[in-house]
Structures are given as structure tokens and as C-alpha cells.
């Protein structure tokens, strides 16, 4: 009787252990958004962090931000949200948003702090990992375990999986690579983070001027129309600009396209561009660089239009035509 008392006694004090170190464990989703609005690669983050198997924490950093947290305390997932609201992040300046996300890793004990891989991620966590003194993990598509993560390089042509030894990981997930949690179903408490740093004066905030469309944004549409050196110049883009409008797809472009001065560079898939997945992609005048196809081979359906038989984009579309791209796009135009 005394030896079973033992053992169960040995039980419950691991079992209490376990449940401590797993109340200790906690993720910090850094948000993305407009104030007014959440960004759509913050839902495909909070995907990724409900991987990791503990609980999750949304931080929002921004100016009058209410109605952005309102948006983020619905999707299902989120435990808690933390906010951090102040006139001086407008903007979003990363020398501004990176100590407040350090004092919210020191004072919570965050195990994982994850961003989505956009222009936003990616400029705030490496400066969050060289702060905290650990080694940033970029364009995570894939996690395993808490400490094993599946990401690309070169340019998308190997797949490496990893295992990070660092107390604290940093993570950019690709949102392609996640699906978007549910915006509804959740009921997060937020609450006011009381500890926020002396803003710092190394950079101000000027202005921001944004291209106003009635197409769809281009890392989060359905179908996405793509041009290339193919297409000569900027005054032809018109063709798929018409293109675009009648099949309610967004616009994108090539690197060549965008440095050849066809299209501003907010345009650009590809590898140093906007990745995207989206259930039609349609590349019309694009050779198909490793560099272009690292940021659309994952779409559902790729349609290629090429004069050139041997480009290397007919290698991974799923449908091919060879034609004058200034004679068949104008007929597709026509005949939808």
C-alpha cells in the first residue's frame, strides 16, 4: 500500500509539473492592420500558431486601433489580445512597434512570437530576434512541432525543415501556406498593455500615400492576372488591365515588367515581391524566372500565354497557349 501511495504521489507532482509548464507556454501573434481593419495574413497567422498547441496572444499596436481589435476578439483561436494604442505609432515604424513587442515577450514569457511574411512581418521581427539575441526563422510554410519548422530557400527549389534550440522563436509565416482562421466563433478579452517604452525619435512618421483600385488586393485575391517583359509597355498593360476587370481579378507583374517601369513595383510576385495563391493565375508575357515562380507556383491553376514554346512557365501551368499575346488577350477579352 505504501509503495502504490508512493507511485501515485510521483504521478500527480509530474502530472502538476506538466500542466505548470504548459500554462507557462504561450504564443504571441503580432496583428496586422489598418486601424480600421485586420489584414487577411494576421488570420493565417493565428492558423499557424494554433499548431504550436498552446495558447494565443494577439498584440495590436497602432492609433485608434478599436475597431481592429473589435474584428480580432471574434476569430476563433485567439485566447487574449493586448493593445497597445498611441498617436505615435501611426505608421507602423518599426523602430517605434519593436520595443513595445520586447516588453510584452519579457513581461508574458512568450515562447514563439509569429507575423505574417509581408512587408510588415518582415521588417519588425528581425529587429524583434536581434533585440531578445536569438535567430530569426523566415517564410515558415510549414510547422511540425513547437521547436521543428518547414520553410524554402533557394528561391523555393528545396524545402529545408529545421529545429530551432532558441528559448524564444521568431517566426514570418507565409499565408499562402495557412489557411485563414474563422472570424467568427471567438471571444477574446482584450486589454490595455500598461508597460509601453518611451517612444523613440530615430525616424517620424511623414505621410503615406496609398493606389486606390476597385480591383482586388493583389496577396489576397481569387485570381490574379500577371504580366511580363512580354508585354513591351507600360501603356499595354491596359490590355490585361481590361482583362482584370472582367473577370474581377487583380493585377500583378514580373520583376522585368517592374523594372522596366511598366507598372509601379506594389505589383511585383515573385521572390523579392508579393507571394500569392490564388485559385486562377493567369501569366501572360512571362518567361518564368525561378525568382517569379517562388511567389506563384502554389496556385490552384496556372494558365500560361507565351509566343516562346520553350519558356520556362509552360513547365509548371497546368494550361498552355502559345499565341501573340496582343492578339488572343484582346479575343479572350471579347468573348467573356
Excluded: W
Excluded at 485559385?279 to 525561378?290: C, D, Q, T
Amino acid at each position: 500500500m505504501l509503495a502504490i501511495r508512493k507511485s501515485f504521489s510521483t504521478v500527480s507532482k509530474n502530472f502538476s509539473q506538466t500542466q505548470v509548464l504548459r500554462r507557462l507556454k504561450g504564443t504571441l501573434v503580432v496583428a496586422e492592420h489598418d486601424n480600421n481593419k485586420l489584414s487577411n495574413i494576421t488570420l493565417n497567422a493565428v492558423t499557424a500558431a494554433s499548431k504550436l498547441g498552446s495558447d494565443i496572444t494577439c498584440l495590436v499596436i497602432g492609433s485608434n486601433c478599436t475597431k481592429a481589435v473589435e474584428q480580432l476578439s471574434k476569430v476563433k483561436g485567439v485566447t487574449k489580445i493586448l493593445v497597445a494604442d498611441n498617436g505615435g505609432f501611426e505608421g507602423y515604424l518599426p523602430e517605434r512597434l519593436t520595443p513595445i513587442i520586447v516588453a510584452s515577450q519579457k513581461q508574458f514569457n512568450f515562447t514563439h512570437i509569429i507575423a505574417g511574411a509581408s512587408a510588415f512581418g518582415k521588417s519588425i521581427l528581425p529587429r524583434v530576434a536581434a533585440k531578445l539575441d536569438v535567430s530569426a526563422i523566415s517564410d515558415v510554410i510549414g510547422i511540425k512541432d513547437p521547436e521543428t519548422f518547414v520553410r524554402t530557400i533557394y528561391a523555393g527549389n528545396a524545402i529545408m525543415t529545421l529545429k530551432s534550440t532558441e528559448a524564444i522563436k521568431i517566426l514570418t509565416v507565409r499565408g499562402t501556406s495557412f489557411e485563414a482562421a474563422a472570424t467568427e466563433g471567438g471571444s477574446a478579452a482584450h486589454e490595455k498593455f500598461g508597460d509601453v517604452p518611451s517612444l523613440t525619435d530615430q525616424s517620424t512618421f511623414v505621410k503615406q500615400e496609398l493606389s486606390k483600385s476597385d480591383r482586388p488586393e493583389l496577396s489576397s485575391a481569387k485570381k490574379v492576372i500577371s504580366g511580363g517583359r512580354g508585354m513591351k509597355n507600360a501603356d499595354n498593360f491596359k490590355i490585361l488591365y481590361a482583362l482584370a476587370d472582367k473577370i474581377g481579378a487583380a493585377v500583378g507583374a514580373s520583376r522585368a515588367a517592374v523594372d522596366a517601369g511598366y507598372c509601379p513595383n506594389d505589383l511585383q510576385v515573385g521572390q523579392t515581391g508579393k507571394i500569392v495563391a490564388p485559385e486562377l493565375y493567369i501569366a501572360i508575357g512571362i518567361s518564368g524566372a525561378i525568382q517569379h515562380l517562388a511567389g506563384m507556383k502554389d496556385s490552384k491553376t496556372i494558365v500560361a500565354i507565351n509566343k516562346d514554346p520553350d519558356a520556362p512557365i509552360f513547365q509548371v501551368a497546368d494550361l498552355g497557349l502559345v499565341a501573340d499575346l496582343f492578339k488572343v488577350v484582346p479575343e479572350m477579352t471579347q468573348k467573356l
